[in-house]
C-alpha cells in the first residue's frame, strides 16, 4: 500500500459503500475501524472521513483493486444483511474499478456457498485470474 492519501481513500470508499443502505450497523463500523488500524490510519483521523470529502484516489495495481473489493465484499457481508442495493453498488465499483465483470458477477454467486458468506482470499484470487488468462 503506497500513500496516506490512497489510504484515506479506500476507507472513504469502504465508509460510503457502507451507507448505501442509509443505516451503518456496529458490525460495519467496527470492521472499518479494523481496516483502518490495519492501513495505519487511527480512529480519530477515521472517524473525520464521515465529515469531509476525500479525493478518489484510482488504485493502481490489479492486485490492490482485488483486495479492495474482497473487503467491499468482506464488509457488505459482516452486518449478515445483504440489500440488492448493496449487491448493484458492489458490482458497479467493481466494473469501475476495471474489474472484469464476470469475476465479479462469479464473486457475488460463490459467496453464497461459504459461512457467512466470506470468500476466502485464495478463491477470489482464482476466480479473478481465470478471467485475467
Do not use: C, W
Not at 31 to 40: M, Q, T
Not at 84 to 102: D, Q, R, V
Amino acid at each position: 500500500m503506497s500513500t496516506d492519501k490512497e489510504k484515506l481513500s479506500i476507507l472513504s470508499e469502504m465508509i460510503a459503500f457502507a451507507k448505501t443502505d442509509q443505516v451503518m450497523q456496529d458490525a460495519e463500523y467496527n470492521f472499518l475501524i479494523g481496516v483502518a488500524s490495519h492501513l495505519g490510519i487511527g480512529k480519530e483521523e477515521f472517524d473525520s472521513l464521515f465529515e469531509k470529502k476525500i479525493e478518489k484516489i484510482v488504485l493502481k495495481s490489479q492486485a490492490d483493486r482485488i483486495l479492495q473489493f474482497h473487503r467491499l465484499v468482506l464488509l457488505m457481508n459482516v452486518d449478515r444483511i445483504q440489500s440488492m442495493a448493496e449487491t448493484n453498488t458492489l458490482h458497479n465499483i467493481g466494473l469501475k474499478m476495471g474489474l472484469p465483470p464476470s469475476a465479479i458477477d462469479q464473486v457475488l454467486i460463490v459467496m453464497h456457498k461459504y459461512p457467512d458468506k466470506i470468500v476466502p482470499p485464495r478463491v477470489l484470487l482464482d476466480i479473478f485470474n481465470a478471467y485475467n488468462n
